[in-house]
C-alpha cells in the first residue's frame, strides 16, 4: 500500500516570498491533516479536512496560510508571505476514520522542510 | 500550546538495555498514542492505549497508562540500534483530535 506523498522534500525561501505544498494521502483516506513541526518540537495540527471540507482550523494562521482539499483528494498548503518563524518541517497526514471518532490512527508523510532565510 | 510534556528531553543508552521515556498531558483524553520519528522521515504510529487500560503490551514495547496522575511512559525493552528515533506521545480527545508532546529523543549505540 502506498503510503503519504508530500512534495517537494526541500524548499528554501526567502522572507515574504510564497510558497506551497502538496500533499497526496493514502487512497480512499476520508480525513487529511496538516502539520507544522518546529525544530526540537512536537507537530502541531495546522488543518484538518474531512473529504473536502475543513472540520478544524483553528490553529491556522489565516492571515498568511490557506489551505485546501479539491475533489476530496490531494491537498495543498500555502504560505504567503512567509515569515522566519514559519521555518519548520511541515508533515501531511491521513486516516481512514471520519472526523469524530476517537481511535485515529494517523499515517504520516515524509514532510517538507521549510527553511525562510 | 503543546498538550504535554515528555521527559527525558534525551535518552543515551547502549544496545540490549531498556530505554524509558515518560510523557504527562493536561486535559481529559479519549486514548494516548505513541509515533515514533526517524531523521527526516515522518512520523510512524507505534500503538494506543485507551483511557480504561492500564497497561498494553505490543512486541518490545510496553505502554502504561495513569489517568489520575494524566501521565503515560513508553519502555522499550532489549534495545537496538534501530529503535534510535525521537518518541512522541499524542492525547487523543473524543473527537480523534491529537496533541502531541515535544517528545524524547533516543540515541541507541552498539
Known amino acids: 500500500e502506498a503510503g503519504v506523498a508530500q512534495s517537494p522534500r526541500y524548499k528554501i525561501i526567502e522572507k515574504r516570498q510564497s510558497v506551497a505544498f502538496w500533499c497526496n494521502p493514502i487512497?480512499?483516506?476520508?480525513?487529511l491533516y496538516w502539520y507544522q513541526q518546529i525544530l526540537g518540537q512536537g507537530p502541531k495540527l495546522l488543518i484538518q479536512f474531512q473529504n473536502n471540507g475543513v472540520v478544524d482550523d483553528s490553529q491556522l494562521p489565516k492571515d498568511r496560510f490557506s489551505a485546501e482539499r479539491l475533489k476530496g483528494v490531494d491537498s495543498t498548503l500555502k504560505i504567503q508571505p512567509a515569515k522566519l518563524e514559519d521555518s519548520a518541517v511541515y508533515l501531511c497526514a491521513s486516516s481512514l476514520v471520519a472526523f469524530g471518532t476517537a481511535y485515529n490512527e494517523q499515517f504520516f508523510g515524509p514532510g517538507t522542510r521549510l527553511t525562510v532565510l | 500550546s503543546q498538550q504535554g510534556e515528555e521527559d527525558p528531553q534525551a535518552l543515551s543508552i547502549q544496545e540490549g538495555e531498556n530505554a524509558t521515556m515518560n510523557c504527562s498531558y493536561k486535559?481529559?483524553?479519549?486514548?494516548l498514542q505513541w509515533y515514533r520519528q526517524n531523521s527526516g522521515r515522518g512520523l510512524v504510529h507505534l500503538i494506543l492505549?485507551?483511557?480504561?487500560?492500564r497497561e498494553k503490551h505490543s512486541g518490545r514495547l510496553r505502554v502504561t497508562l495513569d489517568t489520575s496522575k494524566k501521565s503515560s511512559s513508553l519502555l522499550i525493552t532489549a534495545s537496538r540500534a534501530a529503535d534510535t528515533a525521537s518518541y512522541f506521545c499524542a492525547s487523543t480527545d473524543s473527537w480523534g483530535k491529537l496533541q502531541f508532546g515535544a517528545g524524547t529523543q533516543v540515541v541507541v549505540t552498539p
Open positions: 487512497s480512499g483516506h476520508a480525513t
Open positions: 486535559t481529559s483524553i479519549n486514548n
Open positions: 492505549i485507551r483511557s480504561n487500560e
